[in-house]
């Protein structure tokens, strides 16, 4: 009796080509790469999975990594400085939505993603009581939020995503996090992941990657055939979006 084994489609087969436009590998200024050391084996793991293009995403974030334009392009040139012109670098960063980002919004120093785009999280413990005075701002200063790993976000978490909806219906895009397909957050954050995308609800894809460790459990993400074509849909969005 023979059986017939259909290839496995791991993640890594299908993001070759892409920019991570979330991720931690700028040294020295958040909980990501400490060095510049860091920083390039962080790139060369990625080289190593097809990803050759970047914009760093360090967090401001006002009580714990209070960065500013001028401190995020010290990091970025002090790395663009010893790594190869076959990578590309950019830098922008990953926003906490808090009181001090108001200030930030009205002091205009946001630093963009791509065109309008800003790359934006919520505390793990509850959302921002003033979320809606927030993308209010945002979007009347021209700008298009990204929702950082919004399957992180517990409190949202239910059978019919109703919070999900919500905020969506808000202007917000949703970018998924790579390790959230995997069990490495945990599962309930993992069946989160599942159900966004099975709902069409994610608009992009991100490594959202801090230590080589992140980057070697990519690797290993294997991807149901009954999930190719929404993976593959929302990888176009990345290309897109720098294009």
């Known amino acids: 009796m023979f059986s017939i084994f259909k290839k496995k489609v791991f993640l890594v087969d299908l993001i070759d080509g892409i920019t991570d436009f979330h991720n931690h590998i700028l040294p020295g200024i958040d909980d990501g790469a400490k060095t510049v050391e860091e920083s390039i084996e962080l790139i060369e793991g990625f080289k190593n999975i097809g990803i050759h293009d970047f914009v760093a995403t360090p967090h401001v974030m006002n009580d714990y990594y209070p960065n500013t334009s001028e401190t995020i392009k010290k990091s970025y040139n002090k790395l663009k400085s010893n790594i190869s012109d076959s990578v590309s670098l950019e830098f ?3 926003y ?3 009181h001090h980002f108001v200030e930030i919004i009205d002091n205009n120093q946001i630093l ?3 065109g309008n785009r800003v790359l934006v ?3 793990y413990f509850q959302q921002p009581l003033n979320l809606n005075e927030i993308l209010f701002k945002l979007q009347n200063n021209s700008y298009s939020p ?3 790993h919004p399957e992180r976000y517990s409190y949202y ?3 019919k995503l109703n919070k999900y909806t919500e905020i969506k219906s808000r202007g917000c895009d949703f970018q ?3 390790l959230s397909l995997s069990g490495h957050y945990g599962t309930g954050i993992q069946k989160t992941a599942y159900q966004l995308l099975e709902n069409n609800m994610i608009d992009f894809i991100s490594s959202d990657a801090h230590r080589i460790d992140h980057i070697e459990k990519i690797k290993n993400i294997q991807i149901r055939k009954k999930h190719l074509s929404i993976i593959r849909s929302i990888i176009e969005n990345n290309k897109n979006l720098f294009n």
């Open 96 to 98: 906490m939505m808090d």
């Open 92 to 94: 922008s960063a990953e």
């Open 112 to 114: 963009p993603i791509s």
């Open 176 to 178: 998924l996090n790579m």
């Open 157 to 159: 978490h239910s059978k």
């Open 121 to 123: 999280e919520m505390s």
């Open 146 to 148: 990204i929702l950082a």
